[in-house]
């Protein structure tokens, strides 16, 4: 029998909950982190490949487990330990529109512009070390993957395909045959936060095939959280993703998404092409007016989420994590009107 679940929130909680501070905006001056980045696009693009070997060698030990996650996963041109594999390097470097894209990325991410990403990664990291004192801080490692990936969370490495942030009204993002809904993300502003949403997401991975609608709302929430407890300072819209009229419709409209949200059906749905309508990227969300941004899914989860950590001061994010029933979030949710 499938549980139901019930909204009940005592005024005077409301009543304290608007007062309170954020919670999240804490001091770390005395958090201590070695930060490092690298960039492994210019180390491949103005590599020596006439002298293959030696350079095989220097780029393998200079990157020992980004350089087979490029190889391998990222491009998938062969084996990490063969040579003929970074020979066959050679060719992406020479293709006249990754060349192009190249030169593109040098132009926009210029050192100032790396360096203003590298100041808010590393804030970023000071909250996670903060939060998460025993865990690695990864080493940031900003690469060209060809357009495969934006960004990559691996054990001890975020690695960052800096072509995705070109920016849409680029010459070269223009040639592209992505929608236009794609485009309009690929913002230099949206770098370090989707950097950092990555790494929440790796911090707190979990399948989600077996979750149904609002398991998954509260399972992206979840992770929503931590990126506001790593970037408290950076907006929602940014954090989303959002443009300004996109964040604007879903505060207006959070209480009527909650409407057509509330029902046993339709929280409890488990078929997964209905639970992704939620959650995909797109112009809008399936399941909403044409208006609507798109993964309102994700922002409800969130609202969720926060409603519960504020009204929780004694619950800490190591222990929110470990909560399993939505319920105990829908008990402290309260959608705005």
């Known amino acids: 029998m499938k549980k ?28 201590d982190i070695e ?10 693009f103005t590599a020596d490949f006439k002298n293959a070997s030696s350079e095989y060698q220097r ?3 200079e990157y020992p487990e980004f350089y087979p996650l490029y ?3 990222v491009l998938r041109v062969g084996s990490a330990d063969s040579l003929s594999t970074f020979k066959s390097l050679e060719g992406f470097t ?7 894209t190249y030169e593109a990325i040098q132009k926009v991410h210029a050192e100032k512009q790396i360096d203003e990403y590298d100041n ?4 970023a990291f000071k909250h996670y070390s903060y939060y998460f004192p025993d865990s690695i801080v990864p080493t940031v490692v900003y690469h060209h993957s060809g357009f495969n990936f934006g960004v990559i969370s691996a054990d001890s490495t975020i690695a960052i395909g800096l072509e995705w942030f070109l920016g849409k009204d680029n010459k070269v993002i223009g040639q592209l045959p992505f929608p236009a809904y794609r485009k309009a993300k690929m913002r230099p502003d949206y770098l370090a936060i989707n950097a ?19 398991e998954q709302m509260i399972y992206y929430g979840k992770i ?3 990126v506001d407890a790593f970037a408290p300072t950076v907006e929602d819209s940014l954090k989303m993703n959002y443009t300004t009229p996109q964040i604007q419709w879903v505060e207006t409209n959070e209480f009527k998404v909650w409407e057509q949200l509330a029902n046993q059906k339709t929280l409890f749905e488990d078929k997964p092409f209905e639970v992704q309508k939620w959650f995909s990227d797109g112009p809008f969300t399936a399941t909403l007016p044409h208006e609507s941004p798109p993964m309102v899914g994700i922002w409800m989860g969130w609202q969720m989420v926060r409603d519960y950590m504020n009204r929780k001061d004694e619950v800490s994010i190591r222990q929110m994590l470990e909560i399993e029933d939505p319920q105990i979030f829908l008990n402290e949710y309260n959608p705005r009107k």
């Open 35 to 44: 930060y490092k980045s690298k960039r492994f696009d210019r180390d491949l």
């Open 120 to 123: 808010q990664l590393e804030e």
């Open 94 to 100: 020479n293709d006249d529109f990754m060349h192009e």
């Open 196 to 214: 950092v949403k990555d790494w929440a997401n790796h911090t707190y991975y979990q399948e989600t095939d077996e979750m149904n609608l609002i």
């Open 224 to 226: 929503m959280y931590l």
């Open 4 to 31: 139901l679940f019930f909204i009940h929130i005592p005024l005077l909680v409301l009543l304290l909950h608007s007062c309170s501070e954020n919670r999240l905006e804490v001091d770390t001056s005395d958090v």
């Open 59 to 61: 780029l393998s030990q």
């Open 71 to 73: 190889c391998e996963f």
